[in-house]
Every structure is written in C-alpha cells, then in structure tokens.
C-alpha cells in the first residue's frame, strides 16, 4: 500500500488510543491492530505506530529550541519525550505487527 495509507493508519491509531483510554492496555492493542491492518503489514504498522512518536518528538525540539533559545536544551526535550512515548507505545507496536501480519 502507499504513503497515504500509513499515515491514515497513524491517525487511526491515535485516534482509536484516545477513545479507547480507560483500556490501559487493551485499548492500545485493538489500536494497534487496527492500524496495522489499515497500513497493510507489519512493517507499515511500525512505521504507523512510530509516526506519532516521531512527529511529536520533533515538535517539541523544535519549539524547545525556539522557546528556550538553546537547541541543546530542545534536543533534551524532543529526545527525553519521543523516548518516553516511545517505552509507552510497546504495546501499540506489537498490535501493529499483529495486525500487520493479519491483514
């Protein structure tokens, strides 16, 4: 499948992670299938589980480094947050490939 349908995977996982929160580990899960299905294989699900990470990751570096002035302390705050999301997201990820692999 093409770009378009990672990152509407992306958007569903994030989006099904929202509603489903009072599940703290299933509704990450069935996030995580679903997504890995909608991106069309297991790597395609990681890459769309990463996604978010990543985008959020990024952001705060860069409004670190403008808000701050010092792209040191932006890179600690995008890299110490994409991290953090990223040890949260495990479950997602596995979902992803389970998904991926169902699809």
């Given at each position: 499948?093409?770009?378009d349908?990672i990152l509407?995977?992306?958007?569903?996982?994030?989006?099904?992670?929202?509603?489903?929160f009072?599940l703290?580990?299933?509704?990450?899960?069935?996030a995580?299938?679903?997504?890995?299905?909608?991106?069309?294989?297991?790597i395609?699900?990681?890459?769309?589980?990463?996604?978010?990470?990543?985008a959020?990751?990024v952001?705060?570096?860069?409004?670190?480094?403008?808000?701050?002035?010092l792209?040191?302390?932006?890179?600690?705050i995008?890299?110490?947050t994409f991290?953090?999301?990223?040890?949260?997201?495990?479950?997602l990820?596995l979902?992803?490939?389970?998904g991926?692999?169902?699809?």
């Amino acid at each position: 499948m093409g770009d378009d349908s990672i990152l509407a995977a992306a958007i569903l996982m994030v989006v099904i992670s929202v509603v489903l929160f009072w599940l703290p580990i299933l509704g990450p899960f069935i996030a995580g299938i679903i997504g890995g299905k909608k991106a069309g294989g297991p790597i395609a699900g990681i890459i769309a589980a990463l996604l978010p990470a990543i985008a959020l990751g990024v952001l705060l570096f860069l409004f670190g480094s403008i808000l701050t002035g010092l792209p040191f302390i932006g890179a600690i705050i995008g890299g110490s947050t994409f991290l953090l999301v990223i040890s949260t997201d495990l479950i997602l990820i596995l979902g992803a490939i389970i998904g991926g692999i169902l699809d």
